[in-house]
């Protein structure tokens, strides 16, 4: 399974666009990135999925270039219920496990 | 919206104590998976579930760990003498099949915080 990089932390105010970048430099051709969200004490909640260029959502968009050796989850305004962890996986075929990295724990300031 | 249940929501139990944790996957789900997460640290997988055999674990998961799909629509794991280091939010999973790889999302239930005394 690739592997992926994201940053500890991350600090925003309400309103900004954040973007969350995350590396996977060994992403496999059927490998497929996604991006979950967790709070305290909650189950993962999956946000985005993207195979290349660019997906959106009614909650964010992913951008993936053409080497897709990285990927950018964007978040449009975001509020302070933003909060939370947010991680990148890649691979995530059926009957295959989720790898969860340390995850990018944002925290949205008024 | 489908989503997936996990009870109970907290479990209290004895060190060398069997407890059970029972997840019910959305309905027309084929795959089923437990992951764990101790606090403060990341989400862990333990085991993957399809067509009623185990495909794949990890190495947490050993023989204290074993899961069931008893019916149709629950899936268990039980683990059969706790140890301190059990104490841990549990999450099950599960996922369905569109027919296209790397595709399927994986849907979290709330997770079963377990307390190994």
């Known amino acids: 399974l690739a592997k992926t990089t994201q940053p500890i932390s991350m600090d925003s105010y309400e309103g900004q666009e954040v973007n969350i970048t995350c590396s996977h430099n060994n992403i496999a051709t059927n490998d497929y990135i996604t991006w979950y969200q967790q709070f305290p004490s909650q189950g993962p909640r999956f946000i985005i999925q993207g195979y290349k260029t660019k997906v959106t959502n009614e909650v964010a968009s992913l951008f993936i270039p053409a080497d897709r050796k990285s990927s950018t989850l964007s978040l449009p305004r975001v509020s302070l219920s933003d909060t939370a962890v947010y991680y990148c996986?890649?691979?995530?075929?059926?009957?295959?496990?989720?790898?969860f990295g340390d995850g990018t724990t944002l925290t949205v300031k008024p | 919206e489908p989503e997936v249940t996990q009870t109970p929501s907290h479990q209290v139990t004895q060190m060398g104590q069997e407890v059970i944790l029972r997840c019910v996957p959305i309905?027309?789900?084929?795959?089923f998976y437990w992951y764990r997460q101790i606090l403060g640290q990341k989400v862990e997988f333990l085991v993957s579930f399809y067509n009623n055999e185990i495909s794949e674990k990890s190495e947490i998961f050993d023989d204290q760990f074993s899961v069931e799909r008893p019916d149709g629509s629950n899936f268990t794991l039980k683990i059969r003498s706790t140890k301190l280091e059990d104490s841990a939010m549990y999450f099950c999973a599960s996922s369905g099949d569109s027919g296209l790889p790397s595709t399927d999302t994986q849907y979290f239930g709330p997770g079963t915080r377990l307390t190994v005394l």
């Open positions: 309905s027309n789900h084929l795959y």
């Open positions: 996986l890649v691979g995530g075929t059926n009957a295959g496990k989720s790898t």
